[in-house]
């Protein structure tokens, strides 16, 4: 959806979105992300997500955590985490989360950063529109505090992130950027169709 935009972007931010281009689109037509955008969404759909989700967030912030602890100063993630607010939710939901049979590496230089950090920062973005849609379904019914994401600050944050990528990840490292962006989409991908294989296992319709 995003990726037909013609928005002015840095010329990073152009190479990671083109280079995600395909691998996005797997995941907006997963079958366990697309039901939170079609008419009727159904709760069980929406636990289902969310418990797939969880390995992915636990993976990536920890791999993320790891590298800016050995960088201090260089960029707050803190305000960032989301990791809790998608356990919350799962908790109120009584669902535990799916196992995630996959390992992520931590960073080893800047351009590895940003690109997962473009990944898991830019997955906010259509977080806020699956949010608006979910609450249009469900109001108040059920807990939506993952993708509420950041919320009013949302915007800020995006900007913020790219004023930190534009200014930290030298062209030399723009392929490392788009590698690791698009190796996380390919992990997110494999997982969430493990996750799909294993749900459906059992199922009679
Ligand atoms: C874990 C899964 C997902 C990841 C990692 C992800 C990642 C991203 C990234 C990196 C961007 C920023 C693109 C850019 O401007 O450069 C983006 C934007 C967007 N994504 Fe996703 N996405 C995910 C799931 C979804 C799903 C399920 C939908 C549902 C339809 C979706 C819809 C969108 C939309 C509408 C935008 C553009 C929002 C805007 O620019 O305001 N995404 N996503």
């Known amino acids: 959806m995003s990726e037909d935009r013609t928005d002015l972007v840095s010329p990073l931010h152009a190479q990671l979105r083109a280079a995600t281009k395909q691998p996005h689109h797997a995941l907006d037509h997963h079958p366990l992300l697309a039901p939170l955008v079609r008419a009727d969404p159904q709760q069980a759909d929406y636990a289902a997500a969310l418990a797939a989700l969880h390995g992915i967030y636990a993976l990536a912030e920890t791999a993320m955590m790891e590298f800016l602890a050995r960088h201090p100063g260089l960029f707050d993630y803190t305000p960032r985490h989301r990791l809790s607010a998608l356990e919350a939710d799962l908790a109120v939901l009584d669902k535990a989360p799916a196992p995630i049979d996959a390992t992520l590496p931590m960073p080893k230089n800047i351009g590895e ?52 990528a534009d200014a930290n990840c030298s062209q030399a490292e723009f392929p490392d950027a788009a590698q690791s962006a698009v190796q996380l989409f390919g992990l997110i991908e494999a997982h969430l169709d493990r996750c799909y294989a294993a749900f459906t296992v059992g199922r009679t319709s």
């Open 113 to 164: 950063l940003v690109g997962m950090l473009y990944t898991i920062e830019g997955s906010t973005r259509g977080g806020q529109f699956i949010y608006r849609h979910l609450q249009q379904r469900f109001g108040d019914a059920i807990p939506l505090s993952f993708f509420a994401g950041y919320g009013e600050a949302s915007e800020r944050r995006w900007e913020e992130f790219w004023q930190f």
